[in-house]
């Protein structure tokens, strides 16, 4: 998933917002993936348990 990319502008606060907005993304990628991982894990459970 990628944000789309917002007009920059000439505000001071600029540069840090798209700081921000970057290391937000990141989080958001690891959490996916971690989401991804305990479904894979509940679904590997769930599998074991429904014979």
Same mark, same amino acid.
């Given at each position: 998933?990628t $944000?789309?990319?917002?007009k #920059? ?6 540069? *840090?917002?798209? &700081? !921000? $907005?970057? !290391? =937000? &993304? #990141? *989080? /958001?990628r =690891? =959490? ?5 991982? /305990?479904?894979? !894990?509940? =679904?590997?459970? !769930?599998? *074991?348990?429904?014979?």
């Amino acid at each position: 998933m990628t $944000l789309t990319k917002v007009k #920059k502008s000439h505000y001071p606060n600029t540069k *840090r917002i798209y &700081e !921000k $907005l970057d !290391k =937000l &993304e #990141k *989080r /958001f990628r =690891l =959490l996916e993936e971690e989401i991804d991982d /305990f479904t894979d !894990k509940a =679904l590997e459970i !769930k599998g *074991r348990h429904v014979k």
